[in-house]
Nanobody
Framework: VQLVESGGGFVQAGDSLRLSCVAS????????MGWFRQGPGKEREFVAS????????YYAESVKGRFTVSRDNAKNTLYLQMNNLKSEDTAVYYC?????????????????WGQGTEVTVSS
């Protein structure tokens, strides 16, 4: 299983970015997916998750209303649209994949992880 994130970069506060995560080596359309992030000196934290069909999505309170998670199962790709970015969104963002049916906000639920893509938001 391989998860490859892309789309990170250096932006100004208020800007937008779209992260992508391409999955291979597993039945992507049968797994839930999540986005996590780890800021400087911080623990890895939940950002958003999406069910296998895309019908259910969940967000951390800190990003609700600004971030949108989506997926294209035909392309084996997960997305995270990030709008109105803030300096506190600065982190390495990771996508993760799980066959579990619940607890999608917990890192230990996920079996597979990407290497991460860095997002830096300047104020």
């Amino acid at each position: 299983v391989q998860l490859v994130e892309s789309g990170g970069g250096f932006v100004q506060a208020g800007d937008s970015l779209r992260l992508s995560c391409v999955a291979s080596g597993r039945a992507f359309s049968k797994d839930a997916m999540g986005w996590f992030r780890q800021g400087p000196g911080k623990e890895r934290e939940f950002v958003a998750s999406i069910s296998w069909s895309g019908g259910s999505t969940y967000y951390a309170e800190s990003v609700k209303g600004r971030f949108t998670v989506s997926r294209d199962n035909a392309k084996n790709t997960l997305y995270l649209q990030m709008n109105n970015l803030k300096s506190e969104d600065t982190a390495v963002y990771y996508c993760a994949e799980t066959s579990a049916g619940s607890y999608w906000d917990r890192p230990d639920t996920y079996e597979y992880w990407g290497q991460g893509t860095e997002v830096t938001v300047s104020s």
